[in-house]
């Protein structure tokens, strides 16, 4: 499989604060998505992003695929942003999904 | 437009019997596709269906077993359970299979005792 390994594990803001959160990945991908899970554990999609540069909001995402890496960036982070951020690849003959161990955000106000 | 629903939320089940999970996928979604999730981990793909046909399957043994129907609602069968089957099962549907952006349902937790 896909080896996909994202950092920091674990972040603590200040409300308000902006964050960077990276995700490797050690094969060619053709697909990659973005996913909060909240604590109640619903997972909630981001980005699709398999190359360049998206915007949502206060999100943003950018995916270099030629070097085999996925930014994800938070500004002005809010409590509610609090929880753990997934990146999902799937290889260019795939219809597997392989899931990074994720980034557990935390926002103190 | 009603999202992925899954039922039940909550199940507890002892060793060596069987359990049933099922889910209903968002109107229009013809593509499914189950995870586990395992406490402090990502999600791992067990399988996905397309139009009723297994259509990729993860590093999971054959008692993990599921099925889709021609509403394209799915269920997820698990044979024998064991004590590491306890975990998140997620449910996930997809409309475009170039894209295959997943939108998850709220997941069942199982408990094997």
Known sequence: GIQVEQSPPDLILQEGANSTLRCNFSDSVNNLQWFHQNPWGQLINLFYIPSGTKQNGRLSATTVATERYSLLYISSSQTTDSGVYFCAVMRNTGNQFYFGTGTSLTVIP | ?113
């Open chain 2, 1 to 113: 437009e009603t999202g992925v629903t899954q039922s039940p939320t909550h199940l507890i089940k002892t060793r060596g019997q069987q359990v049933t999970l099922r889910c209903s996928s968002q109107s229009g979604h013809n593509t499914v596709s189950w995870y586990q999730q395992a406490l402090g981990q990502g999600p791992q793909f067990i399988f996905q269906y397309y139009r009723e046909e297994e259509n990729g399957r993860g590093n999971f043994p054959p008692r993990f077993s599921g099925l889709q129907f021609p509403n394209y609602s799915s269920e997820l069968n698990v044979n024998a359970l064991e004590l590491d089957d306890s975990a998140l099962y997620l449910c996930a549907s997809s409309l475009d299979r170039a894209r295959n952006i997943q939108y998850f349902g709220a997941g069942t937790r199982l408990s094997v005792l």
